[in-house]
């Protein structure tokens, strides 16, 4: 995939874009009329839409913590997206000053909105790498600017698979994985295959964006091949070491898993 540049002229109210409809069903303000448009389109063919896009950015954030508490302190999250509260860098920094963290993203949306995720805490570092993450070898070797790769690294992947078919997607976690060392962490989560989410990728579909195709949970766990899964384990991710009693599962499932 060919990377340009930010440009204005590339950003077109008019049409629906991924980044910011995902904005809208977390609650963001960075989006327009016609992203909000195809966000209630998905919401009405699954009404559960909203709340697993916020169940995957609080397993987001449940996630860093547990691994920057246990000791991880460099951070590679691909598929960034647009930033909002309680980003990753945020997040590892408020328990590890010094923890450095490298966002990739390859759409020039977040180009534009870069320097947001740039801040970082007094001691710490951040940085951001625009590749395309299909590009795994040029990925690392840019993070390796920032990130000790003789260390452990934590790789993110959360909600973001669905842009490739299911076996790229475990092909590609396996080669970034391969890249890391022993006690490296792969936080991964995605929406898996039922009904109401198959009618929510159609709806998505429909509104002239590039598909997002979501798993079967073997599919999803397939990442982890040859890990150690994290406690408890693999399912909903409203579920994962849940800061509150009875919620109720949704349709993503996730996981940390250690390299050993």
């Known amino acids: 995939m060919k990377h340009e540049a930010y440009n204005a002229d590339q950003f077109h109210s008019a049409v629906p874009h991924s980044a910011r409809v995902w904005n809208y069903w977390i609650g963001g303000k960075d989006h327009y009329p016609v992203d909000q448009e195809l966000g209630d389109q998905v919401i009405a063919s699954y009404p559960q839409t909203r709340e697993l896009a916020r ?90 600017r920032t990130l000790d790769m003789t260390r452990p690294v934590a790789v993110m992947v959360l909600s973001t698979l669905g842009h490739l078919q299911p076996q790229d997607g475990i092909d590609l976690m396996h080669q970034y994985m391969a890249g890391t060392v022993a006690g490296s962490h792969l936080v991964l989560c995605d929406t898996v295959a039922t009904p109401q989410t198959l009618a929510a990728q159609d709806a998505y579909a429909a509104g002239d964006t590039p598909p997002y195709l979501v798993r079967q949970p073997e599919e999803i766990l397939a990442s982890a091949e040859g890990m150690e899964l994290v406690d408890p384990g693999f399912g909903s991710i409203t579920l994962w070491r849940a800061d509150e009693e009875n919620l109720e599962p949704v349709d993503q499932w996730g996981f940390v898993a250690r390299k050993v």
């Open 55 to 144: 169940a995957s950015r609080a397993f987001q954030a449940r996630a860093v913590r547990y691994l920057a508490e246990a000791g991880i302190s460099q951070f590679l999250d691909i598929g960034t997206g647009l930033p909002v509260q309680n980003s990753t860098h945020e997040v590892a920094q408020s328990v590890e000053p010094k923890a450095r963290i490298v966002y990739v993203d390859n759409d020039p949306l977040v180009l534009a909105h870069a320097r947001a995720l740039l801040t970082s805490a007094p001691g710490g570092m951040t940085d951001y790498v625009h590749a395309d993450m299909l590009e795994a070898e040029r990925v690392l070797q840019e993070a390796a």
